[in-house]
């Protein structure tokens, strides 16, 4: 079955600390993985996916096949940073075009 | 282009009452997508929609709960005889394509109270 998981409910760093915001799933096949913010008061926007390697606003996310993992990783954090993050995961077959969700974890970064 | 646009954004019903949420995708978005969102809960899968067709509903309750897309105008997600449990934010989300690769466009979502 598919699932994401996301340990940490809470996180808080002070600025200019890295940042690793967990994230560990299961799927019986090759999925396609992605992170999602949501920052106060706005709508849920995607942050990066993996097909597509990329770096947004300083974040960057690496899938390891061997551990189940896609964390989401920032080396130096900054206050606008602050916000709640899914990691979402996308099958195929069957479940084509559907997206199974973490809980989220809400990043805090103190000044 | 205004986005995904939901309303209402809050909803009271009382128990046993019907709510109706609208959903209007991105101009051009063929494929609709409604999420649930439970208090300190991810959100979760109910159903996709792409126009006048039910693709997968396989995440929707078995009863009190639709969905429709038809041809014209918005989605509507409707859930009949309210209870206290359907109390949650509903999310909608549109995508140009099947594949949620490229990633879909989320809508501000409607938060129920059931009451």
């Known amino acids: 079955a598919q699932r994401v998981t996301q340990p940490e409910k809470l996180l808080s760093v002070f600025k200019g600390a890295p940042v690793e915001l967990k994230c560990n799933y299961s799927y019986s096949g090759s999925p396609e993985l992605f992170w999602y913010v949501q920052y106060s008061r706005q709508r849920l926007q995607l942050l990066l996916r993996?097909?597509s390697r990329e770096s947004i606003k300083g974040f960057t996310a690496d899938l390891n096949k061997g551990e189940t993992s896609f964390h989401l990783k920032k080396p130096f954090a900054q206050e606008e940073d602050s916000a709640m993050y899914y990691c979402?995961?996308?099958?195929?077959?069957?479940?084509?075009?559907?997206?199974?969700f973490g809980r989220g974890t809400q990043l805090t970064v103190w000044p | 282009n205004a986005g995904v646009m939901q309303n209402p954004r809050h909803l009271v019903r009382r128990r046993g009452q019907e709510a109706r949420l609208r959903c209007s995708p991105v101009k051009g978005h063929s494929h609709v997508y409604w999420y649930r969102q439970l208090p300190e809960e991810g959100l979760k899968f109910m159903v996709y929609?792409?126009?006048?067709?039910?693709?997968?509903e396989s995440g929707m309750p078995k009863e009190r709960f639709s969905a429709e897309f038809p041809k014209e105008g918005p989605s509507i997600l409707r859930i009949q005889q309210v209870v206290r449990g359907d109390s949650a934010a509903y999310f909608c989300a549109s995508s140009p394509m099947t594949e949620a690769n490229y990633g879909y466009t989320f809508g501000s979502g409607t938060r129920l109270t059931v009451v």
């Open positions: 979402a995961l996308s099958g195929r077959g069957s479940t084509l075009g559907r997206l199974y």
């Open positions: 993996h097909i």
């Open positions: 929609l792409q126009k006048e067709n039910i693709i997968d």
